[in-house]
């Protein structure tokens, strides 16, 4: 089964600053897609960045990059010059990309990143 | 093109009651999942409905259930409340299998 972890259960960060959210998984599939979701205090999720694990290159939106370690299994966020509407819950999620399979997000425990005017 | 919407946003229920919510999707959506949000059990996948048939279930009890319309419109149900069953339930849906999800702003269930 697939798991994800994010160790982090706190973060903060003054504001135009650079911080970076840990996330690490374990899976034994090969085609898969990672993300990373926003959760506000509105409590809607919104989806802020996906990767897929057969690109090599990292995804970048904006202000947000990732760092995709697919031998390291591991998936961190940057988001550079933070700003106050960047403070939310953050939640690393994995996805099976497996044809027919299960297409269920499995969900790290969440960062929540507090922006420090 | 409106995004998902969930109703209600807020409810409050007694113990051993039942409970149904509503999630309508992205117009052109046909796969819509379910999430619950706890404290302290984090996000977990409770299932997914595509085009009406459910394609996969969580592991959570035969309380939980859910049914999807013809036009997309899903519902889940949750018989003989327990004070456990408090929690976030979010609804995503997407235009088919491999897509991204979208997701409402969920349905803030308590029970008392």
């Known amino acids: 089964a697939q798991t994800v972890t994010q160790s982090q259960p706190e973060m903060s960060v003054q504001e135009a600053e650079t911080v970076t959210l840990s996330c690490t998984y374990d899976?034994?599939?090969?085609?898969?897609?990672l993300f990373w979701y926003k959760q506000p205090p509105s409590r809607q999720m919104i989806l802020v960045i996906r990767q897929e694990a057969y690109k090599q290159q990292n995804a970048t939106e904006n202000r947000f990059s990732v760092n995709f370690q697919k031998a390291a299994k591991s998936f961190s966020l940057k988001i550079s010059d933070s700003q106050l509407g960047d403070a939310a819950m953050y939640f690393c999620a994995y996805r099976s990309a497996v044809m027919d399979s299960n297409y269920q997000l499995i969900w790290g425990a969440g960062t929540k990143l507090i922006i420090k005017p | 093109k409106a995004g998902v919407t969930q109703t209600p946003r807020y409810l409050i229920k007694t113990r051993g009651q039942q409970v149904t919510l509503s999630c309508s999707p992205i117009?052109?959506?046909?796969?819509v999942s379910w999430y619950q949000q706890t404290p302290g059990q984090g996000l977990q996948f409770l299932f997914e409905y595509f085009s009406e048939t459910q394609r996969n279930k969580g592991n959570f009890p035969g309380r939980f259930s859910g049914r999807q319309f013809s036009n997309s419109r899903s519902e889940m149900n949750v018989s003989t409340l327990e004070l456990g069953d408090s929690a976030l339930y979010l609804c995503?849906?997407?235009?088919?299998?491999?897509?991204?999800?979208?997701f409402g702003q969920g349905t803030r269930l308590t029970v008392v």
């Open positions: 117009s052109g959506h046909r796969s």
């Open positions: 899976t034994s599939e090969s085609d898969y897609y």
């Open positions: 995503a849906s997407r235009y088919r299998g491999n897509t991204e999800a979208f």
